[in-house]
């Protein structure tokens, strides 16, 4: 039976610090489904939109520059209760507090800088999916 799906994305200075290939590795081992993936460098104006809900918070500009220094990885993955399965698996917002063995306590650098994107709900696994993907992208 086929999961919901999530969106992530390997932030900048993760792929920038190698970290690419073992956070694929972990995607693996966790038990998600590739549907779609790309090596991709978003633009000022689509970083900002895709973060559009933080856009009144302190970290905002802050953030878009960091998500557009360099190329990241987008993917959509699938499990069972997938956005909430890869929160679990990614671990706190912040890698100081994600707990032991999770992508962004391993992997993560910073609050900001936290190695990986999560969706926060299916409805905006959804949006966040078509932000990136077509559906022939999609297998
Ligand atoms: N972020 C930040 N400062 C903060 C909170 C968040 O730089 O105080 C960044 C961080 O990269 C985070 C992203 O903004 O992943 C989106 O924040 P959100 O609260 O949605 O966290 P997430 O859903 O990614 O855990
Ligand atoms: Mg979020």
């Known amino acids: 039976m086929a999961g919901s799906i999530t969106l992530t994305m390997i932030k900048p200075l993760a792929v920038q610090k190698g970290f690419t290939g073992p956070i694929l590795a972990k995607i693996a081992e966790g038990g998600f489904k590739i549907i779609a ?6 633009s000022v104006n689509q970083a900002r ?4 809900v933080h856009k009144d918070r302190p970290f905002y500009d802050s953030l878009v520059n960091s998500m557009t220094s360099g190329p990241i990885v987008a993917a959509i993955l699938e499990k ?6 890869w929160r ?9 507090n994600a707990a032991p063995g999770t992508i962004r306590a391993l992997y993560g650098t910073s609050l900001e800088a936290n190695a990986v994107h999560g969706s926060d709900s299916d409805e ?11 559906k022939m992208e999609r297998f």
């Open 124 to 134: 905006n696994a959804i949006i966040e999916g078509d932000f990136f993907f077509s």
């Open 49 to 52: 939109k895709f973060y559009e």
């Open 37 to 42: 993936m790309k090596y991709t460098r978003l």
């Open 88 to 96: 679990d698996y990614i671990g706190a917002t912040n890698p100081a």
């Open 80 to 85: 069972e209760n997938a956005v909430q399965a």
